[in-house]
């Protein structure tokens, strides 16, 4: 699902570590409150639980995870992690399993994360230049001289990471023959690096996932490894997010919910039902790991991401960013990350929530004024895709924001 943003906003203080560019000035932990609002959470989870009911519902099934600072203040799952054994394009309706069949959602199950994958390439792109690996200002075909197109307008690392490279939402890799055995996804990245701008780089923000793309051929390349290697040696492994990866095993699917029955016209591969398998299109046609979708992981990996990024990059002990790399990642307008969206952050935005959405019906947002975090996975296209509806994503935040006490902040009193 395509994130939207604001205009661009630079921010004021030291600059973060190897990226070139001020970063906001680190105030310390705030003032977080200290008891949370126990009937806001109440209705929190009341509304979030009938989200998977009724005849035409918003998801087959949602696990909700709500806390502050280090503390789990929700952490619940309804619904059906598989629901359905297909579509039935002449009723308009998912094909009912068995109902000794059907999967019940657990609060541990692992979700395809879809857009939410982007954080972590944003986070080993933020780390890589902490460690000197990158330079943010340098243009992207500085690291990976194959990006003709990228070095022929001037592309660079930070207008990968802000969508502001002026490049197009998507191309259709997934309708590009494979290639031999040895690289069968080489003609769709060698699309990917051929691929001029729509506009000049530098410009008005356009969300593109090409952008991450050409950002992990970039790590790639300055790196010498995988992003997928990357997430896990940078991000994951030292956060302990032991669920969390990218082509998860055979094993795992039983744990997993299910995505879409996806065939043409609504969408753009004949797959069938998908299950435990990337469901974004591109993603699966470079192989499952790309720097714009990809990642599985359950709810409670991503609480410790939140945790880690509101404690400044350290989660128990472990430190994965410097405070200021951190600050330069949600300073508006973000660096991989948006920034106080209320279409989906609903009334946790406007004082530098951040976070994320994803097409296969996940969410994420957290937010330093108010030490808070929200993980909303949903698997909204199972058994099909349909137009995106972020009022129930909104809804949940603005819960867990009065619940926190940010009504006050915001000087509401509805």
């Not at 009341?46 to 502050?68: D, N």
């Not at 996804?185 to 699309?191: E, H, I, N, S, T």
């Not at 699917?253 to 039902?273: F, V």
Request: aromatic letters at 6%.
């Amino acid at each position: 699902m395509a994130a939207r943003d604001e205009r661009q906003r630079d921010g004021a203080g030291p600059a973060a570590p190897g990226t070139g560019r001020p970063g906001p000035e680190l105030t310390g932990r705030p003032a977080w409150a200290a008891t949370p609002d126990r009937g806001q959470l109440t209705t929190l989870v009341r509304e979030v639980a009938a989200l998977p009911a009724g005849e035409r519902p918003w998801c087959a099934g949602v696990v909700v995870l709500a806390g502050q600072g280090d503390r789990t203040l929700v952490h619940e799952a309804f619904g059906w992690a598989a629901r359905y054994a297909a579509y039935d394009e002449a009723t308009d309706r998912g094909v009912e399993l068995p109902v000794g069949e059907r999967v019940p959602m657990r609060a541990d199950t692992v979700f395809d994360l879809a857009s939410l994958t982007k954080l972590c390439t944003a986070l080993v792109a933020v780390g890589a230049a902490e460690r000197g690996a990158v330079c943010l200002e340098r243009p992207a075909a500085a690291y990976a001289p194959e990006l003709t197109a990228a070095a022929a307008h001037g592309i660079t690392v930070r207008q990968l990471l802000t969508h502001t490279s002026g490049l197009r939402p998507e191309l259709p890799l997934y309708a590009l023959p494979a290639g031999p055995a040895e690289d069968p996804a080489a003609a769709r990245w060698a699309a990917v690096a051929r691929e001029a701008p729509l506009t000049a780089p530098g410009g008005p923000y356009r969300y593109s996932d090409l952008n991450m793309l050409l950002l992990q051929r970039v790590l790639e390349r300055a790196t010498g490894r995988p992003l997928d290697a990357l997430v896990r040696e940078m991000v994951t492994g030292p956060l302990g997010m032991r669920r969390t990866r990218f082509v998860p095993p055979a094993t795992w699917r039983p744990n997993i919910a299910a995505t879409e029955d996806q065939r043409a016209p609504w969408g753009k591969l004949d797959r069938g039902p998908v299950h435990g398998v990337v469901h974004d299109e591109n993603a699966y046609a470079l192989g499952g790991v790309a720097g714009h979708a990809g990642l599985f992981a359950p709810a409670g990996d991503l609480e410790i991401l939140c945790q880690a990024l509101l404690a400044g990059g350290v989660h128990r002990g472990t430190r994965i960013l410097a405070p200021a790399s951190v600050a330069a990642l949600l300073a508006p307008p973000g660096l991989g990350f948006a920034v106080d969206q209320p279409w989906f952050m609903g009334e946790l935005a406007g004082r530098g929530a951040a976070g994320h959405t994803g097409f296969t019906g996940t969410s994420l947002v957290l937010d330093p004024a108010t030490g808070g975090y929200l993980v909303l996975l949903a698997n909204t296209v199972h058994p099909r895709r349909r137009p995106a509806d972020n009022g129930p994503r909104a809804a949940a935040a603005t819960r867990l924001a009065r619940a926190l006490g940010a009504r006050r902040a915001t000087g509401r009193t509805d």
